[in-house]
Every structure is written in structure tokens, then in C-alpha cells.
């Protein structure tokens, strides 16, 4: 995930870039158009509720991020890219800077022999 | 001439920025800057609303709820507290003056009481309030303990006595202790010696609610000749840390231990009505925050069950084991097969795999991408977490202890098994997906879209059974290493 830096003043006009009513993609900054975009981030921050930022860091960052996109589409009906999102996301958050969990490091830190659950052997024979 | 052009931009734009700035009635000058840095991953959360994300915590209500009306009818400005952030004053106002300031805290969790209440009405609700959900009409504390549970009441009750009794006769001596909750406990004594019974981060057992909790004493105080704990709750986001009597608190002993899991059984089948934390939106997100963040640094017990918790009051949002992974039987046969030639027949994959699994991932895509259309987006996405996964369990919980050999001698240093291994050691992945996927928090219709896609994903490699996997596995344990590379820029 590449992350630009804080300040992308590549984006336009110099000004702070973390202002919300800049959309990346938008070519006309119409009334109507802002009120869109901020549909767009609420909605988004709202799916921070269930896919919260820091596990973008993770292991499971892919599929946190499926999620958020899966989420954004279905509210919006509309498609998304996940790197649309990423860009939203952006403009909350420096994501490069979030730690990713501890838990991560929890669930695959224990080095165990791989084996296949009984009921693969029970049906063997057939 | 540029320069001014620019300088009247700044203006709209920053005239534009307010607007959008008031819509959302955050802090108009804290949207410009960057959330870059949150001091912890708490108050990310801390300042989460609906619209924009402020720094700092809102005076009072560290919640930062917009509205000031708040969910029962707190009004704020009966405590004073507030105006102190988390932090009690040291005067000596009396129990109204802190606890009138958490009521901002606890409120936004679950109970709401008007006003400041006297020390004791503020106690008995304390007992509840973040057990229960009580509906906006403010109920005084004694009136709404009746329906509460038998145990609270109990403790209430002998709360009021013995706040009574303190009043009276500060000095006495053990006779007080009769009049405890738990007569058991030589510990839950009156402080009338004025002797600290619990010391500053001592870990200590804490009633909250209906239930006991182990907790930390940040601080001890006297107050009104008491002594009062500060304690964080272990595992819980630091919001709910609370002066508490020490007749809530517990030494840390293994009898108490008990008493706490015998009230967690207890609990056991009423968790979900009574904490009621899922009705409401607000108090969810602090419940996410202390599953997923706080379960790292929770103790074992307790960790697990506020998980559990929140997970079955969340509903939706998230599941214990999401992702049931129906593995078709060819493949499965597959996977038994695997595991005779490796751990029967001494065998092994001959590595480096060709196909490898990014190819393997790379063919699907490709695949679908003909089949779909355009929307392969999402599943690009799984892919990469598939991916992900693999190269991070493969060397844990994917191998055979008879292949760690073979590991060490393929995969080095900046090699990443997808590199290297094939299609059986995916398989093998599925096998093991249920178990890592829990850990992430995905809402219930996600999980199944989900699980249509790995059993699709499945159904391709059964369609491509015979190219991806190797029929015969190698004999001799050597590692042949530099025929045919293959591709190794899939990265």
C-alpha cells in the first residue's frame, strides 16, 4: 500500500491538502458535487465502525479493506475500487503512521505442525 | 499575479472549508489538521463522530457526542467535574462533584441519572447503569435497582447501610466489616484507620456492574475520609476508569477469583439483555475499540469473554467463526493424499512449485476477469489477502514437520513462499483460513460473499486439478534448487 505523505501538495493549488471538500476525482467543485463527497465520507466513516483504520496495518488488511469497499458499494450502489477508498481514507488518516495491532502478531506467532482435522481420514477409502 | 490568484483560492477555499467545517459542527479549525499521529489508537476513537474527526477530547464528553442533550437527561451543568476532563478535583465537595463527572463518561454507555446525586444514589446506580441500559426517563437509583438483579441489590443495599455507618462512626473497627457484601472477605474493610488497603498499581478485583473485573489502582485518594481508588479496568479502553470505594474492590486473591467466574456464569445467559450495548450505535464503537484493541492486552478470562460479548450483541457485525470453508472432497482426497506421501512415504514437494501460488492466484483472477467483466476489483483484493496470509502462516502453521528442512534450505531471506510453493500448500491454507479470519471483524453478509468467493476459488482449483498439483512427490530429500526457477517476478 503506498501511501503518499501528510502533505500531498502535489494535489492542487497549494492549500492545506487535508480538506475534506476536496475530492481527488472530482472535475467541478459545484454545490451539489460537495454535498456528494461528503455523503461519500460519512458513509465511509461509518464503516470505520466495523473495519476500524488500524487493521489496514495488519495481516488482514486486504480483507479489511474488501470490506470497506463491499460496504461502500452497497450503500452507494455503485462500484468502488478499493484504491478509491484507500484515497478517502487518506484524507482522515496517515495510514502509514497507524501501528498495527498487537493481536497480529497473537495469532501466527505460534509455530505449529500443520495437520488436517480426523474427519479427512474417516472418509479415506473411497 | 499569480501570487494573488492564488491568495483569493486560499480564501474561497477556506471560506468553503468553514462551511463544511459548521455543517458538520466539528471544531472548524481542527479539520485542517492532519490526524496524522493519534497519541493511541484509543482516542482515535475517542473522537470519533459522524462527520469529522477532532483532536483532543471535547470538553466533557470524551465521546464526543455532537448533541449536548445527551441520551437520558443528564444536565451538565450540575457537574462541575466536567469542566476538568477525566480528571477529579481534589476539593472536597463531596461524591457529587467526580461523579457527577463521570456521569458524562458513563452515560454515554448506559445509564443516565439526572443531576448529581447524593454519594450513595450516584452508587447504586453505578452498579447498574453500565450493566443496564435504562431508557431515557431517569430512574432514581434505588427505584430501578428493584428490577435489577438480587446481587446488586444485595451490595446496594448494604452500601447505603454501611455509607451510613461510615458517616457515623468513623472510627470504628471490624464490626463494620459484618456489614460487608461479603462477609468472607477480611479485606473489604472501612479505611477507619485511615491505612490504604490497596496501593497504587496494584492489581486488584473490582465490581462494575453486576460483574467483577480485575482491574489496576492508578491512584488512591482520601476523600471525605475514605479512601478511593482510581482503577482502570484491564483490557477495557482507559474511559472507564472510575473512582471506586473500596467496597467495590477486592484483593486479588484466588478465592475472589472465583467469585468473579461464578458471576460470570452467572451472567453467562443474561449478557445480552443487560448490558444492552447493542441498541445503541455510539456505545458500539466503543465496544469495537475494546474487543479489537483492548482483547490484545486483556488477561486471558475476561479477554475472552468481552469478545464474546460483544460479538453476540454486535449481531452483525461480528462474527465468532465467519467463514465455514467447504473444501470440495477431490481436493480434500487431495490434501489426504499430501499428507501420506510427506509423513507415510518420506516424500516431499519438489520446490520450487511451477506453478507457484501467485501464478496460481494470478490464473484465477485472469479467469474471472473473462467471466465477470469489469469487477474483478474485489476479488483482486481477496487475492491479496490470500496472498498475504500465505506467506505469513506458511512457515507456521502450514508445513509438515518433515518439510522444515526443505523450508529452510528454499525460502530465504527475501524469498516469500508464494514464490516458491504450489497448490498444495494453498490447499492447506483453506484448511486453516477459519481459524485467521475470525479475527477480523466483518459484518455477517460479508462473510458469506466471502465464502462464495474462497469456494469458488476452490472450484478452480479442482477445475485445474491435475496442472496445479504434482501427482508425485519427491523421493529423495535433496532440494533441487536451480532447475527451472520458473517465474520468480510475480512480485
Redesign the interface.
Known sequence: MNKKNGDKEDEQDGLSVHSPCKAPNSSSSSLRKEQSQVDLELKLLEALEIYPPVKLQGIHRHFVLYGLTEYMRRSFNRQFSASDVLQMLDRFYNLEMLKPDDEDSRILNQVEEFSLPPSYFTKEGS | MARVI?YQ??VI?LL??LN?AF??SGRPLS???????PDT?DE??DR?S????KEGPSPGIGHGFEDKAPLGGIKLGASPGIEDGYKPTRNKDGHGHEFGHKFASIQTLGGIKEGPSPGIGHKIINVESLGGRKDSSPSPGKHSKKKRRVKGNHRSKKLTETFQKEKKNMGSSKDDSATDGDKSTANRRRPESNSNLYSDGEKVLAYHGPRIYEAKVQKAEIRKNEWKYFVHYLGWNKNWDEWVGVDRLMKYTEENIQKQQALDKKQGVDKNPKSGRSTQ?KP??LN??KV??E???SSGAKGKKRKSDSSTEKGN??VEKPVKIQIP?TL??Q??DD?EFINRQDKLVKLPRSPNVDEILAKYLEYRSKKDG??T??V???L??LR??FD??L???????KERKQFQDMVTDNVSPSTIYGAEHLL?LF??LP???P?????ED?AT??QQKFLDFLKFLQKNQTSFFISSYDGSKDSDSSAGRGKMNQE
Not at chain 2, 395 to 401: E, Q, R, W
Open positions: 492564488e483560492n486560499l477555499t468553503l472549508l463544511f455543517m458538520t479539520v485542517l489538521k492532519t490526524i496524522s499521529c489508537n482515535l476513537f470519533f459522524l462527520g469529522s474527526i450505535a458500539k464503537i469495537d475499540v479489537e484493541k482483547d490484545a492486552k457485525a461480528s472432497s480434500k482426497k490434501l489426504v499428507w469489469m469487477m476489483d474485489a483482486a483484493e481477496i491479496k489477502g498475504c496470509y505469513r502462516a512457515p507456521v502453521i502450514l508445513l509438515y514437520n492447506r484448511v486453516k481459524e485467521l479470519l479475527y477480523v471483524n466483518i459484518e460479508l460473499r466471502l
